[in-house]
């Protein structure tokens, strides 16, 4: 996790170029999603939100999604399960700042 994120997820004053160096961040974090991506990872997030793992998570959303369903190796879940983790707590920081992620 890099510091900037840090810096966003404790409570400090909020200042345009933080803001948008941060948002800049997160863009190249998670990159260019379709509708169709965004749909299926809030799936995702909406599943591990209510207390789910990351890999029953992605079975719901696959289930939800069919034609989005992914299928990670066994050495993939740990880094899904943190893309996840990330996304989760950018639409958190989102929400603090009052924009729609």
């Not at 993939?76 to 983790?85: H, I």
Request: cysteine-free.
């Amino acid at each position: 996790m890099n510091l900037l994120y840090k810096k966003l997820t404790i409570k400090i004053p909020m200042h345009v170029d933080l803001i948008n160096e941060y948002l800049q961040s997160a863009a190249e974090m998670i990159g260019q999603r379709s509708q169709a991506e965004i749909d299926y990872d809030n799936a995702v997030l909406e599943f591990l939100e209510s207390g789910g793992d990351i890999k029953a998570a992605v079975r719901a959303a696959n289930q939800k999604y069919p034609k989005d369903a992914l299928e990670p190796g066994q050495d993939q879940w740990q880094d899904m399960a943190e893309r996840y983790e990330y996304i989760a707590e950018h639409k958190r920081i989102l929400k603090k700042l009052d924009m729609k992620g």
